[in-house]
C-alpha cells in the first residue's frame, strides 16, 4: 500500500504543472458551487416574499370582509325591524352609530393595496353601496320622527331593494377575494 502512496506521489512531483489543473479545477467547482448556493438561496428568498405577500393580501381581504360583513349585520338588523310593521318599533329600535362607525373605518381602509384591480373595484362597490344604504336609513328615521307612513314605506322598499344590490356586491368580492387567493397558491 505505501508503494502507492508513494508511486502517486513521485508521479505528481515529476509533473510540476498538476498543481496548477487541480488549483483551476478546484477553483470552477468553487464557482459553480457558489452559482448552485446563491441561486437556491434566492429561490427560497422569493418564495418566502410570495408567501408573505399573499398572507398580507389575506389579511387585507379579511379586514374588509370584516368590516363589511359587521355593516351587514347592522343592515340586516334593520331590515328585521321592517317586519315588525310599525313606524313606532323602527323609531324607537333604530340607530346608526354602529354603522357609521364601521363606514368610517372602511372609509379609511387602504383600496390601493388589494392585489388588483378588479379588487378594488369589487371593494369600492361594497363600500359606496354601503354609504347608500346608510343615507337611506338616515332618511328612514327622520322620516319615522315625523310619523309618514308613505314616505317610510317608500323607503323600505328602496332600502330593500339596495340592500340585495349590496349583498350581490359583497358575493362580487368574496368571488374576487377566492379567485384571487386561489391564484396565488
Same mark, same amino acid.
Given at each position: ?15 510540476? +504543472?498538476?498543481? +496548477?489543473?487541480?488549483? +483551476?479545477?478546484?477553483? !470552477? ?6 452559482? !448552485? ?18 398572507? %398580507? ?33 323602527? @323609531? ?17 381602509? &387602504?383600496?390601493?393595496?388589494? &392585489? ?7 371593494? %369600492?362597490?361594497? @363600500? ?11 332618511? %328612514? ?41 386561489? @391564484?396565488?397558491?
Amino acid at each position: 500500500m505505501n508503494n502507492n502512496y508513494l508511486a502517486f506521489f513521485t508521479w505528481i512531483d515529476s509533473h510540476a +504543472g498538476i498543481a +496548477g489543473w487541480v488549483q +483551476g479545477i478546484g477553483s !470552477i467547482l468553487a464557482i459553480i458551487a457558489a452559482i !448552485i448556493i446563491a441561486n437556491r438561496q434566492n429561490r427560497i428568498l422569493v418564495a418566502q416574499t410570495k408567501k408573505q405577500h399573499v398572507l %398580507l393580501i389575506k389579511k387585507l381581504y379579511d379586514s374588509f370582509w370584516a368590516m363589511a360583513m359587521s355593516c351587514a349585520n347592522h343592515f340586516g338588523r334593520i331590515e328585521a325591524s321592517f317586519n315588525k310593521n310599525s313606524i313606532d318599533y323602527f @323609531r324607537e329600535e333604530f340607530t346608526t352609530t354602529g354603522i357609521d362607525r364601521a363606514l368610517r373605518t372602511l372609509d379609511n381602509f &387602504p383600496f390601493h393595496d388589494l &392585489p388588483d384591480y378588479k379588487s378594488v373595484v369589487a371593494a %369600492l362597490e361594497v @363600500r359606496d353601496r354601503q354609504h347608500a344604504l346608510l343615507d337611506i336609513a338616515q332618511k %328612514l328615521q327622520k322620516v319615522a320622527q315625523q310619523y309618514s307612513e308613505s314616505e317610510f314605506h317608500a323607503l323600505k322598499v328602496l332600502f330593500s331593494t339596495n340592500l340585495s344590490a349590496f349583498e350581490t356586491e359583497l358575493k362580487n368580492f368574496e368571488y374576487r377575494k377566492d379567485s384571487y387567493l386561489a @391564484r396565488a397558491h
